[in-house]
């Protein structure tokens, strides 16, 4: 993998009105894997639009990493809350630009929709029923926390994330689901991991002098899974062996833990974790708004390191 993945795209709020109405004509195409016929190579090449400028440049940035099979563009969704316009406008972006390169290059392309379903619930949404049973799950993985609607699913992230399916597929969105929670607990994620307390030293430089003092006592890009409560743990590293790939830690209930960085037992906080998600998936291309990109820049440095 290499650094520089990740764009963002500025856009006006006239430009995104017009944005939004193109991709209602656009439906009517289903957004399939196969280009607008109408479409030609010499109105791609012509092309001034910004989804075309993006691509041009990912081209040129494939072609100097002389990178081989497909192109994989990603798109993240929170499942702590459902899917909403914000949502839609992300996917619809980065398939635009995906559209734009395919029409300019003939490479074959990949959209992820990453869910970040082992993310520990941090809050209880305003818009949700049943509260009081949330509150009792917080920092819990939101594939831990159950389905608030009633049961119908497993958890809180399989509702949400089967609302963010449909509400994709209503669209004809070309894309293959991940589930953070699926990826780790199957190992997809175990050489990042493995890298990532190698590394942890560097890692560590880079994200200290961003974050606040009381912040930088307890700080890990490693979050371990509590083996007693199964909550998601925002505490330092007291031992780390990378050769093992092993951590130490002190648990909720004041025992010292030693566990495994491989295979779910542990994952990745944010900045480390999309850094983390880049390497272990060969994403190339994910759109980040301007309130991001600082942390982008920080997730490209960590992506280096890696």
Not at 36 to 62: G, H, N
């Given at each position: 993998?290499?650094?520089?993945?990740?764009?963002?795209?500025?856009?006006?709020?006239?430009?995104?009105?017009?944005?939004?109405?193109?991709?209602?004509?656009?439906?009517?195409?289903?957004?399939?894997?196969?280009?607008?016929?109408?479409?030609?190579?010499?109105?791609?090449?012509?092309?001034?639009?910004?989804?075309?400028?993006?691509?041009?440049?990912?081209?040129?940035?494939?072609?100097?990493?002389?990178?081989?099979?497909p192109?994989?563009?990603?798109?993240?969704?929170?499942?702590?809350?459902?899917?909403?316009?914000?949502?839609?406008q992300?996917?619809?972006?980065?398939?635009?630009?995906?559209?734009?390169?395919?029409?300019?290059?003939?490479?074959?392309?990949?959209?992820?929709?990453?869910?970040d379903?082992?993310?520990?619930?941090?809050?209880?949404?305003?818009?949700?029923?049943?509260?009081?049973?949330?509150?009792?799950?917080?920092?819990?993985?939101?594939?831990?926390?159950?389905?608030?609607?009633?049961?119908?699913?497993?958890?809180?992230?399989?509702?949400?994330?089967?609302?963010?399916?449909?509400?994709?597929?209503?669209?004809?969105?070309?894309?293959?689901?991940?589930?953070?929670?699926?990826?780790?607990?199957?190992?997809?994620?175990?050489?990042?991991?493995?890298?990532?307390?190698?590394?942890?030293?560097?890692?560590m430089?880079?994200?200290?002098?961003?974050?606040?003092?009381?912040?930088?006592?307890?700080?890990?890009?490693?979050?371990?899974?509590?083996?007693?409560?199964?909550?998601?743990?925002?505490?330092?590293?007291?031992?780390?062996?990378?050769?093992?790939g092993?951590?130490?830690?002190?648990?909720?209930?004041?025992?010292?833990?030693?566990?495994?960085?491989?295979?779910?037992?542990?994952?990745?906080?944010?900045?480390?974790?999309?850094?983390?998600?880049?390497?272990?998936?060969?994403?190339?291309y994910?759109?980040?708004?301007?309130d991001?990109?600082?942390?982008?820049?920080?997730?490209?440095?960590?992506?280096?390191?890696?």
């Amino acid at each position: 993998m290499k650094a520089g993945l990740y764009r963002f795209v500025k856009i006006d709020r006239p430009a995104l009105l017009a944005l939004n109405h193109n991709v209602a004509r656009m439906r009517v195409d289903k957004m399939t894997a196969q280009p607008i016929k109408s479409f030609t190579q010499a109105d791609a090449e012509a092309a001034k639009s910004w989804p075309f400028q993006e691509a041009r440049r990912l081209a040129k940035r494939m072609q100097r990493v002389k990178k081989t099979g497909p192109v994989i563009f990603e798109t993240g969704f929170g499942p702590s809350g459902l899917p909403h316009i914000g949502t839609f406008q992300e996917v619809a972006r980065t398939t635009m630009v995906r559209r734009a390169y395919e029409l300019l290059t003939g490479h074959e392309t990949k959209l992820i929709s990453f869910s970040d379903d082992m993310d520990g619930l941090r809050k209880v949404p305003d818009n949700m029923p049943n509260k009081e049973m949330l509150g009792q799950h917080l920092q819990m993985p939101l594939t831990k926390v159950p389905d608030p609607f009633g049961g119908e699913y497993e958890s809180f992230a399989h509702h949400n994330n089967a609302r963010l399916r449909a509400f994709l597929d209503q669209f004809g969105f070309d894309y293959e689901f991940r589930s953070s929670t699926q990826d780790y607990e199957a190992g997809r994620f175990d050489a990042a991991l493995m890298r990532m307390l190698e590394k942890y030293d560097d890692v560590m430089n880079v994200i200290l002098p961003t974050i606040g003092d009381d912040r930088k006592k307890t700080y890990s890009p490693i979050l371990p899974i509590s083996p007693s409560t199964g909550r998601v743990l925002y505490v330092p590293m007291l031992e780390r062996d990378a050769a093992a790939g092993t951590v130490v830690f002190e648990d909720e209930n004041g025992e010292r833990v030693k566990t495994s960085v491989t295979g779910g037992a542990v994952k990745l906080q944010w900045k480390a974790d999309w850094a983390g998600r880049w390497f272990a998936l060969g994403v190339d291309y994910e759109m980040a708004g301007e309130d991001l990109t600082e942390s982008t820049k920080l997730s490209s440095r960590i992506l280096r390191i890696l």
